[in-house]
Antibody, heavy 116, light 107 residues
Framework: QVQLVQSGAEVKEPGASVKVSCKASGYTFTGHYMHWVRQAPGQGLEWMGWIEPNSGGTNYAQKFQGRITMTRDTSISTGYLELSRLTSDDTAVYYC?????????WGQGTLVTVSS | DIQMTQSPSSLSASVGDRVTITCRASQGIGSYFAWFQQKPGKAPKRLIYGASNLQTGVPSRFSGSGSGTEFTLTISSLQPEDFATYYCLQHYSYPRTFGQGTKLETK
């Protein structure tokens, strides 16, 4: 069965960077885009961008341009989201998501807390 | 960016009620549209894709309709497990954008 398993919660100081991982299993990792979505406490869902795991190509939301990097390691079927220059507004749960064929799968979410 | 306006933002209903949630896109998006359900502390779960296609395993009391700019999610007979927050999503163009959510609460 398809699973996306994300790394654990992080606490970061303002100005720092965070890197969240998303390990995929149960499908062909290089065959389907991986999207990242975040959700601030008590707020709605916000799309951040995607990575095409086969080529490594990316597309980021303009809002995050310059401080977001999505990468992947195909040898271990894992995608990564790195966000730099963190502020308190980046406190959120970060999700990875993929849609092989007509199904849709999400990671369990990773809470990133930005606090001094 | 395409704006997705979802209404209502909250809704009180009872088990057995028929419920409708609406989402309006700021421009035409064809059927590049989905509905999600989210329960507290959990990842979103896609219910409907392609505006009207029921995701495998989702009960048939859920249905979606619409195309272009107006979309609806209908729950024909509310069950206790349906009380949650619902989001719409357009994936016609980037950035993908979600509606602001509809919190469905028990009356």
């Amino acid at each position: 069965q398809v699973q996306l398993v994300q790394s654990g919660a992080e606490v970061k100081e303002p100005g720092a960077s965070v890197k969240v991982s998303c390990k995929a299993s149960g499908y062909t990792f290089t065959g389907h885009y991986m999207h990242w979505v975040r959700q601030a406490p008590g707020q709605g869902l916000e799309w951040m961008g995607w990575i095409e795991p086969n080529s490594g190509g990316t597309n980021y939301a303009q809002k995050f341009q310059g401080r977001i990097t999505m990468t992947r390691d195909t040898s271990i079927s894992t995608g990564y989201l790195e966000l730099s220059r963190l502020t308190s507004d980046d406190t959120a749960v970060y999700y990875c998501e993929t849609s092989p064929k007509t199904e849709d799968y999400w990671g369990q979410g990773t809470l990133v807390t930005v606090s001094s | 960016d395409i704006q997705m306006t979802q209404s209502p933002s909250s809704l009180s209903a009872s088990v057995g009620d028929r419920v409708t949630i609406t989402c309006r896109a700021s421009q035409g998006i064809g059927s590049y549209f989905a509905w999600f359900q989210q329960k507290p502390g959990k990842a979103p779960k896609r219910l409907i894709y392609g505006a009207s296609n029921l995701q495998t395993g989702v009960p048939s009391r859920f249905s979606g309709s619409g195309s272009g700019t107006e979309f609806t999610l209908t729950i024909s007979s509310l069950q206790p497990e349906d009380f949650a927050t619902y989001y719409c999503l357009q994936h016609y163009s980037y950035p993908r954008t979600f509606g602001q959510g509809t919190k469905l609460e028990t009356k």
